[in-house]
Each structure stands twice: as C-alpha cells, then as structure tokens.
C-alpha cells in the first residue's frame, strides 16, 4: 500500500510552500494507485487525468499528484482535462484498467471555510506568507483524515490508451540555430524552421495546442 506521509517532505519541496491542496492531491493519488494495486511510475506505467482547469484555487493539487504518482509533466504522462474540477483519473497503460478518485465535496467546502482562505487566501495572501500556525492544523487534518471522510473512490473501469512513440528525430532552425525536433519543424520559403521562428518570418500564429506535424 502506498502511503501519502512518506511522500509529503518531497511533496513540499516540490511545491516550495504548505497548503491543503497539494497533500489532497497526495492523499488522492494515493487512493488511486492502491485502488489499482500499481506502484509508483518510474517510466510511463502510468497515465494521469487531471480535471483542473486555470486561474482558479488549488491547482497546488497537481503537484501531489505528479509526487505520488509518478505520473510527470516531464516524462508527458499527466495531462489536464480543463474541466476546472479536482478529480483524477489514472490509468494502468499496459492494461487499460483505470479509477477515477476525487476529493469529497464536503470536505473541499469546510476547508474553503477556515482562516487560511477566508482570512489569506482569498485576500490575494500567497500561501507562503500565511503563518504556519494557521496552515499547519489545515495540512494535518487533509493528511490524516480518514479517507471515508475525504474521498470518493470509483469502481475499476477500462480506459484503452493508445501508445506513442516518442520521437529521438531532430533538426537544427536554419533561422535560430536552436534544436527541434524533427515534427514541429515547418518550412518557411525553403527554410526548415521552428514554430517561433515560423510564426516570426510568416506573420501567422499557430495555436498553442499544435501537434507534432500539425
């Protein structure tokens, strides 16, 4: 069984200040993981759905997740749906088995309702200038509370993930010199650019959401 506390030092000094959100986000990816009866992904094992959105609070919850789980910006096997919500789905890659887990609703609201966001947090304090006297008995009772009490855990489903093979091709921008690789490459007159570079000979911006070879 994974447990969230081994996690939380590393947890914090990832995420560089304390908050409720990012050890529900442990506590959450935790849930997830034994629900599964995975391990932690050294590699891409894994693949986590995350329901955040932007531009609202505890989206600190990410980096418990990305801590427990494994699941990374960096190796690309977390991905945010925007649906501006805190559920997570992760899923088994090999197999297809997945569970969605999310924060219980009630718990979410008695945490809007302490000093930490009444008093801080919504008064536009950022979380590292809140005293620790007020964060702290928030944090201890996000990790330690029963899980009964905070999660809901769904039922083990199939969710098919289709595997991509990442690409080692590359080319240096005849316009910046920098490396890119081979697939986001766009030609502008009979250069072989970067996107930026494109975007700057060309005048036309692409959209962020641009896919390799798009």
């Known amino acids: 069984m994974i447990e969230p506390k081994d996690y939380y030092e590393h947890g914090l000094a ?20 034994n629900a599964l009866g995975v391990e932690r992904a050294a590699d891409g094992q894994l693949l986590a759905l995350v329901e955040l959105g932007e531009d609202h ?7 418990g997740v990305q801590m427990i789980t494994g699941c990374t910006f960096g190796k690309g096997n977390i991905k945010k ?29 008695a ?31 996000v990790m ?13 489903f199939d969710h098919p993930v289709e595997p991509h093979r990442h690409s080692f091709d590359g ?11 081979e697939g986001y490459a766009r030609l502008a007159g009979d250069q072989r650019v970067c996107i930026p570079c494109h975007e700057r000979i060309t005048g036309i911006r692409e959209p962020r959401a641009a896919v390799a070879g798009s």
């Open 14 to 33: 990832l995420h560089g200040h304390k908050c409720p959100a990012m050890p529900m986000g442990l506590r959450v990816g935790a849930a997830a993981l």
């Open 57 to 63: 609070c505890a989206t600190c919850f990410a980096d």
């Open 81 to 109: 749906l925007h649906y501006g919500k805190w559920g997570v789905t992760l899923v088994e890659v090999a197999t297809g088995r997945a569970v969605r887990v999310t924060p219980k609703a009630e718990a979410m609201l």
């Open 111 to 141: 945490n809007k309702q302490t000093a930490f966001f009444k008093d801080y947090r919504e008064k536009g304090i950022p979380a590292s200038k809140v005293p620790p006297e007020v964060v702290q008995p928030l944090v201890d009772r």
């Open 144 to 156: 330690n509370a029963p899980a009964e009490q905070l999660l809901s855990v769904g039922p083990v």
């Open 171 to 181: 080319l240096v921008c005849e316009a910046c010199g920098e490396m890119v690789v």
